[in-house]
């Protein structure tokens, strides 16, 4: 069985992940699986960074991305939580109506499973 070779990089290349991590606003995560780096590697390296210098009021700590939203951005949110509500009922329904219609015996009328879901459902 062959070991792994180590990869090594440059400090300028450490520096311009460093970089790309707290300049874009970023998640570690995201950005080391962009440039093909394992997340703790990445992780390390911002560490480090952090480690020599002290983190101005305009730096952040880049592991977490924490903004707030703007009005379109909460007007946006809303529609989909209302759309996400909206959804949960339609599926709720159905799977109420497919237990109706398949726990039904053959004898039953359409009607009769209608009336069954509609007055389960509320």
């Known amino acids: 069985m062959e070991a792994r070779q180590r990869r090594s990089f440059t ?5 311009q992940a460093v970089d790309l991590v707290t300049s874009s606003g970023r998640s ?3 950005v080391a699986k962009e440039l093909g780096l394992r997340d703790s590697v990445l992780r390390r390296w911002v560490e480090q960074r952090w480690a020599g210098r002290e983190p ?3 730096a ?3 592991t977490t ?3 707030v939203p703007s009005a379109d951005h909460a007007a946006e949110i809303a529609r989909l939580q209302r759309e996400n509500e909206r959804l949960r009922m339609e599926r709720d ?3 109420k109506s497919i237990a109706i219609f398949a726990g039904t015996r053959t004898g039953d009328s359409v009607s ?4 069954a ?3 389960r459902c509320h």
């Open 11 to 15: 400090d300028d290349y450490k520096r």
């Open 28 to 30: 570690i995560g995201s």
């Open 65 to 67: 991305q924490a903004t």
């Open 117 to 119: 879901l509609t007055t």
């Open 60 to 62: 952040r700590r880049p």
């Open 93 to 95: 329904i159905l799977k």
């Open 112 to 115: 009769s499973k209608i009336a």
């Open 56 to 58: 101005t009021a305009t």
